[in-house]
């Protein structure tokens, strides 16, 4: 349990909860945007009820300007004031150190990926997400020139073409064919190429799973939207026949939408490369793609102009 201020943990007296029981109610409260309850995250320093029922809690965020604030003054008024014997709830903020900010996001990360679910990707597979605010910026090419090197290693390398209405990576790698299906099970079978390996050493393999393997027609994809583009995705990660992969890597679409959100909530031990070009707009609309990734627990692991 995280460090509490429980004034003293103060036994309850008739008619009215104690100091534990207000951190208990208190863990029924959750960040909305962190996802855990307020004292899993090291959010609560101090809760205390005096002998009138005036209930005291101390909340740290994570940032002084915290656009939540009244949403989480709320529902700690509305859990904790509606506990008989309590006749006033009184928040005081504070404001977490560099330090416990970084502990609380690994806390939210961690529990993110304790709620994942199931997909046919390994546990051991490292997963990297290629991304960025707007398209042309040379992501799916970081992403194909990134997969080769991998597999030129002789590494076992899956590729995820999860640009639905822009699929290039097939055309790229010089991937052809449909997808073909597991017989007797609902499983596709990614399409595999194999890579040279570097300086004579062992031939690597790419696994590739794209729209483009999938449609006839390139416009095909382009009628898709929302819930069916998370659906699409969802299928490429739990629907396909994976090989033992070292690596994942993920060509995601621009932007900060439907997909790239499901992708979080599916895949968050994802670290995330931000593509971009030195023009200022594509800069600004990058640095929204990695708010995206923070908010969503991802590592941004680097940005690439």
């Known amino acids: 349990m995280p460090d509490v201020d429980a004034a003293h943990h103060d036994p309850a007296l008739p008619g009215r909860p104690s100091a534990d029981d207000v951190v208990a109610l208190l863990r029924g409260v959750i960040d909305p945007e962190l996802g855990s309850d307020v004292v899993d995250l090291g959010m609560i320093r101090h809760a205390g009820i005096d002998d009138d029922g005036v209930v005291t809690v101390t909340v ?3 940032t002084a300007g915290c656009p939540l604030r009244a949403q989480l003054q709320r529902d700690i008024r509305t ?12 928040i005081t903020w504070s404001e977490m150190t560099a330090d416990e900010r970084a502990a609380t996001m690994a806390t939210a990360r961690r529990n993110a990926q304790e709620r994942a679910p199931q997909t046919a990707i390994p546990a051991t597979t490292r ?4 991304a960025s605010g707007k398209g042309g910026v040379g992501k799916s090419s970081v992403t194909v020139n990134l997969a080769v090197a991998l597999a030129r290693r002789g590494l076992r390398i899956g590729v995820l073409d999860a640009d639905i209405w822009g699929f290039s990576v ?4 010089g991937v052809e064919g449909r997808l073909a299906a597991v017989p007797g099970e609902k499983k596709m079978v990614p399409n595999e190429r194999t890579v040279p390996g570097r300086d004579g050493g062992p031939d690597g393999t790419l696994e590739v799973v794209s729209m483009g393997l999938l449609t006839d027609d390139e416009t095909d994809a382009l009628m898709w939207r929302g819930l069916m583009l998370n659906r699409a995705v969802q299928h490429f990660l739990e629907d396909v026949r994976w090989g033992r992969l070292d690596y994942l890597v993920i060509d995601m679409p621009p932007g900060t939408g439907d997909v790239q959100m499901g992708l979080a909530r599916m895949l968050p031990r994802t670290d995330l490369l931000v593509v971009t070009t030195p023009a200022l707009a594509a800069q600004k609309v990058a640095a929204r793609a990695a708010t995206m990734a923070r908010k969503s627990h991802l590592r941004v692991a680097g940005v690439i102009e």
């Open 127 to 130: 997963v990297i997400g290629v």
């Open 60 to 62: 740290a965020l994570t």
């Open 79 to 90: 859990r904790v004031g509606s506990a008989p014997g309590v006749t006033e709830v009184r």
């Open 170 to 173: 097939p055309r790229m790698l």
